[in-house]
């Protein structure tokens, strides 16, 4: 069995924690910057000007916070399923 799969379920499971614990800011980042709707194509955002009404998501800096809080919840979820397939990976790794 090859090592991809422990890798992979080990790089989920860090990636998860660090949105879970919003270490260094990455729930923040991930809130401000990809779910931002002021980051969206350009032409998503025109197709919105043209027909004179705003994007539906641009009340964002009111929602924000709980947005935040709900990144740092799915973490926690993405966490989980990296260690779950982390284990089950090194499991079939050392039996197999």
Not at 38 to 65: D, I, K, N, T, V
Not at 73 to 94: E, K
């Amino acid at each position: 069995m090859s090592l991809i799969p422990p890798l992979l379920g080990s790089t989920v499971f860090l990636a998860g924690l660090a949105l879970a614990t919003d270490h260094r800011g990455a729930a923040r980042w991930a809130v401000e910057v990809l779910l931002n709707p002021a980051y969206a194509e350009p032409g998503l955002l025109r197709r919105y000007a043209r027909r004179g009404c705003e994007h539906p998501q641009m009340y964002f800096y009111r929602s924000a916070l709980r947005q935040r809080r709900l990144v740092r919840i799915w973490g926690g979820f993405v966490s989980a399923l990296g260690l779950l397939v982390l284990v089950v990976s090194t499991v079939f790794l050392v039996l197999g």
